[in-house]
């Protein structure tokens, strides 16, 4: 199907431009549905957010009871999320195969065994063992939640819903943060084991909730299980809403069969124009999120304070509980503000915030200043993180590809996103004792700087649009090679997208050889 003929099919239908006659006040009980759904999905957020927050406070107390060298220390720390871009490729294919429930019930079960596995570790391959266990299950359960909360929510909420995923990781952060605080002064070859086991709380409270949780509308279509789906929707849809509802997704799916037969693998490893501009922008958003020292910063926040001069392995932790608190409620904010600012300029503030609090560190540290200045540094870098870096990081990939790539961009994303937090981690103490650790946060500073011109440039604006509409514009933007389309808050107009179709020929996905080379 070419370009014009699915814009005209769009402009038959009625597909953009739709204005929300739905009253809130009307959809109070489905909202309500909506929202435990949302945070019933995020505890496979929680899960790698509590790893993270409490191996930052059980490696102090792990690193000399195991006699760990620096590179050991960063193997532990980074193996998780290494081995978890094996769990995302995974639960990718199977949640598009399978469904979104089948594979979060495999997750959890795989986490809760690594939990009781480094629990009980008693030295340091039997610890690295549970980590990479831990990661698999890790990875299938963070690639999830967003797909899941952006495939049962209505474009009106979608932003704010899909990053709460984002918030619940950081919830876990904290959660984490607090555990090691709370266990800090039991004996030294107990604590961090308690700290560890507890892992095994959210993901029975994963497992668990999957009783409630129904599976995602747009999966059981695809399926043809028309009347699941259908009920499903009325839980968190208006009654006036579920037929169009049901109806856009049957119809998106009917083009996407065409536009899309055959479609694995390779359609997104080689990709045609308009797939490709959507990797740039999905799979780019999910590199910076984590090159720009997230995980150096989470993960070694009470070892950075303790360098600092902080004193004591738990008032390290308490800063860290400090600067987590100030990532979380960042996040929270942002998760009300995405929807009414839009995508793209809170990613382009959060990179300046980002940018500048990284090149404060670093000269912190170049000059020796006081602990109170190095927490205010890293408070500013999670308020710039959380306010676009963060959320934006993961909410695009669940907005922009169509619901046939959706499982294996997400997973790709999420592998690249993975990679990138673990090559952080593992390499930041050795980073720091190589070029110091002033150079090595103006290094990252320098990330930052990449990741505003990626913004500016490649960043699409998918605020209150519907997921179907997104794919006709990056088609259309792919095919004239005018990025503006994606970027614009306004939604193409039925006569604007008409005289963009008409200089478009090309399909979203074909298998054709005589495929122009694009962006």
Request: include cysteine; hydrophobic fraction near 50%; glycine fraction near 8%.
């Amino acid at each position: 199907m070419s370009a014009k003929e699915l814009s005209s099919h769009v402009e038959e239908e009625g597909l953009l431009d739709q204005p929300s006659s739905i009253d809130d006040t009307n959809l109070r009980p489905a909202l309500r549905f909506l929202y435990v759904l949302t945070a019933l999905a995020s505890l496979g957020a929680i899960l790698l957010g509590y790893d993270v927050g409490v191996m930052s406070g059980a490696i102090l107390f792990i690193e000399p009871e195991f006699n760990l060298t620096t590179f050991e220390t960063e193997i532990i720390v980074s193996s998780l999320n290494l081995i978890s871009l094996f769990g995302a490729l995974f639960a990718g294919k199977f949640s598009d195969s399978f469904g979104r429930k089948k594979t979060i019930a495999i997750a959890s079960v795989i986490f809760i065994a690594a939990s009781v596995l480094m629990a009980l570790a008693n030295g340091f391959w039997m610890l690295l063992v549970g980590r990479l266990i831990a990661g698999l299950g890790v990875g299938a359960a963070l690639v999830l939640p967003p797909i899941y909360i952006a495939e049962i929510s209505p474009a009106r909420f979608r932003g704010k819903l899909v990053t709460f995923s984002e918030i619940c990781q950081n919830i876990g952060i904290l959660l984490g943060y607090i555990s090691g605080y709370s266990f800090a002064n039991l004996p030294d070859n107990i604590n961090w084991r308690v700290m560890l086991g507890l892992g095994v709380v959210p993901a029975i409270m994963m497992l668990l909730s999957l009783l409630i949780m129904p599976e995602s509308p747009r999966w059981l279509v695809k399926e043809g299980r028309l009347e699941e789906a259908e009920t499903t929707l009325r839980l968190t849809f208006y009654d006036d809403e579920v037929n169009d509802a049901l109806a856009s997704i049957e119809q998106a799916l009917k083009e996407e069969r065409i536009l899309l037969a055959d479609v694995g693998w390779m359609d997104l490893l080689r990709p045609t124009p308009a797939v490709k501009l959507m990797l740039i922008a999905g799979v780019g958003a999910a590199f910076f999120q984590q090159a720009s020292g997230s995980e150096a910063a989470v993960y070694y926040t009470p070892k950075i304070l303790a360098e600092a001069g902080i004193e004591g392995e738990r008032n390290a932790i308490a800063g860290a509980i400090v600067v987590g608190a100030f990532k979380t409620t960042t996040l929270i904010i942002a998760s009300l503000l995405l929807d009414k600012i839009g995508r793209r300029p809170m990613m382009i503030t959060s990179t300046i915030v980002v940018m500048i609090a990284l090149s404060l560190l670093g000269m912190s540290f170049m000059i020796n200043a006081p602990p109170f200045a190095m927490i205010g540094g890293m408070c500013l870098y999670m308020i710039g993180f959380g306010i676009g870096l963060g959320p934006v990081g993961w909410l695009l990939i669940a907005e922009i590809f169509p619901l046939q790539l959706r499982g294996r961009a997400m997973a790709i994303g999420t592998a690249v996103n993975r990679l990138v937090s673990g090559t952080v981690a593992l390499t930041f103490l050795s980073l720091s004792e190589s070029i110091s650790q002033a150079g090595a946060f103006f290094m990252y500073s320098g990330i930052a700087f990449c990741a505003l011109i990626f913004s500016i440039v490649f960043i699409p604006e998918t605020t209150n649009k519907t997921l179907e509409e997104l794919i006709v514009e990056f088609q259309l933007a792919a095919s004239t090679h005018d990025l503006s389309v994606i970027r614009k808050r306004k939604r193409i107009k039925n006569s604007s997208l008409s005289t963009l179709a008409d200089e478009s020929s090309e399909s979203l996905v074909s298998n054709g050889e005589d495929e122009p080379n694009g962006i």
